[in-house]
């Protein structure tokens, strides 16, 4: 039986792929020979104002196990701050739309918000009966990048552009009360 030339190519090249690493930056190689990081805790504050660590129930800590870093719920004058560090790219790491969508809620995309100190962040509106919440969400990393989607956020991560840890932020605040 002969192969065909196109067969000889394909296999050629899955061969030596792995050996490529096509887009991996030096940094990202770099990133690789360095020791794991440290969770450093969580801030004493939050944009400036001081806030209220809430003990996770059942629920929110099987979620937060397997998230590969570490996940904090606060209270701040009646929003809810979900604070997560994450030390590795990790497909758990997720758009908050999908939590919301997944607990029976409506969710519309409200597009880009920038915030007092001109941060921007990606944002929608959540409802569920009479219960409206508005939600924003963002990704940071150290060398002061940010990202307010997480695909975008997970593939700079993936190919090197940024290397973490990195600091994922939720921000929900309830519109009216039930």
């Not at 590969?68 to 209270?75: A, D, H, I, L, S």
């Not at 919301?100 to 990606?122: I, N, Q």
């Not at 975008?152 to 009216?176: C, D, F, H, K, L």
Request: with cysteine; charged share 25%.
């Amino acid at each position: 039986m002969k192969a065909l030339p196109g067969v000889w190519a394909s296999c050629a090249i899955a061969a030596v792929w792995p050996l490529v690493q096509p887009g991996r930056s030096a940094t990202a190689r770099e990133a690789e020979t360095r020791p794991a990081a440290t969770f450093p805790g969580w801030p004493e504050t939050f944009e400036g104002k001081p806030w209220i660590r809430v003990p996770p129930s059942g629920r929110v800590a099987r979620f937060a196990a397997g998230l590969g870093g570490e996940t904090g719920v606060f209270e701040q004058g009646g929003r809810v701050v979900v604070l997560r560090w994450v030390a590795s790219p990790s497909r758990a790491v997720h758009p908050i739309a999908d939590c919301f969508r997944a607990r029976g809620y409506r969710v519309k995309a409200a597009g880009l918000a920038r915030d007092a100190a001109g941060m921007v962040w990606s944002e929608l509106v959540a409802d569920r009966g009479e219960e409206r919440w508005r939600v924003r969400e963002r990704i940071t990393d150290e060398a002061g990048r940010s990202w307010t989607d997480v695909s975008a956020w997970y593939w700079a991560a993936q190919r090197g552009v940024s290397v973490g840890p990195w600091w994922a932020v939720t921000i929900a605040t309830p519109e009216n009360e039930a």
